[in-house]
């Protein structure tokens, strides 16, 4: 693309935000609070997703549907901050989250959905990526596209994730 202004830049981004971004918002949001302990890291991993996936667009190959590649993205995202995180890499976000965005994520405060996110968060990196599309309500055909797995692989998956989660919310595992 070749672009006159910065201003157009910025229209260009804006409108790519609001039609490829914006519409799945609520799974980034839930998927970069899978990844996180606390308000400011969530606002880093989010801007974080939204920015590879502005500059990764051009590599979107339609071989599956925008969701799922977006879905892809983020818990790539997540995972490799996570893994920078660990290694105690900084990285730093420069904007502010719009709004309405931040008031999707003030989670954290909700003391019964903090106790779910407590117990996902307990799981490992690729099952709490399987629990969350599960909680979307995406297929296993959908979830094993986004994961690179197959289909029976999820079922049993999430039949053994769903089991581990009932015991920590039920008290029985640490």
Not at 132 to 144: G, H, N, P
Not at 163 to 171: D, F, S, T, V
């Amino acid at each position: 693309m070749i672009y006159t202004t910065n201003q157009e830049k910025k229209a260009v981004s804006s409108d790519f935000y609001r039609s490829s971004i914006l519409p799945y918002a609520a799974i980034v949001i839930k998927i970069c609070r899978a990844y996180t302990n606390t308000q400011e890291d969530f606002e880093d991993y989010y801007q974080e997703v939204c920015l590879q996936i502005w500059k990764s667009r051009d590599n979107f190959r339609q071989q599956s549907e925008w969701s799922t590649w977006v879905y892809r993205l983020s818990l790539n995202v997540c995972l490799t901050l996570l893994k920078k995180k660990k290694n105690d890499y900084q990285y730093f976000a420069s904007d502010a989250l719009p709004e309405e965005l931040v008031e999707d994520s003030h989670a954290f405060s909700d003391e019964a959905l903090n106790h779910l996110y407590d117990a996902i968060k307990q799981l490992s990196e690729v099952d709490r990526g399987v629990i969350l599309l599960y909680l979307e309500e995406k297929s296993y055909q959908e979830i094993a596209d986004i994961i690179g797995t197959n289909p029976n692989n999820i079922g049993v998956r999430i039949k053994r994730i769903k089991e581990r989660l009932k015991k920590r919310l039920n008290g029985k595992v640490n």
